[in-house]
């Protein structure tokens, strides 16, 4: 939704938390974008997302944690 300004808040260890998975993101909750991306996870503030299909290599390509593959990811 390139026109959204909808903001979510969560703790810096939270945000931490969802992208050890580097394919992992957190969006505003009903801002799914079928086809490019899958929830995995719904809370009452926001949803995570795993991206998939072609955008899921290069999510991890761009990924500046250095140790994602040791911290679970696909």
Known sequence: ????????SLTVW???????VPT???IASGHLVVGVEVIVRDT???????KIGAGAPVATRL???EDHEQLGAA
């Open 1 to 8: 939704m390139p026109d959204c300004d909808a903001f979510v």
């Open 14 to 20: 939270e945000y931490e938390e969802v992208r050890r």
């Open 24 to 26: 992992h993101f957190v």
């Open 44 to 50: 009452p503030e926001y949803q995570i997302v795993e």
């Open 63 to 65: 990924d500046p944690r």
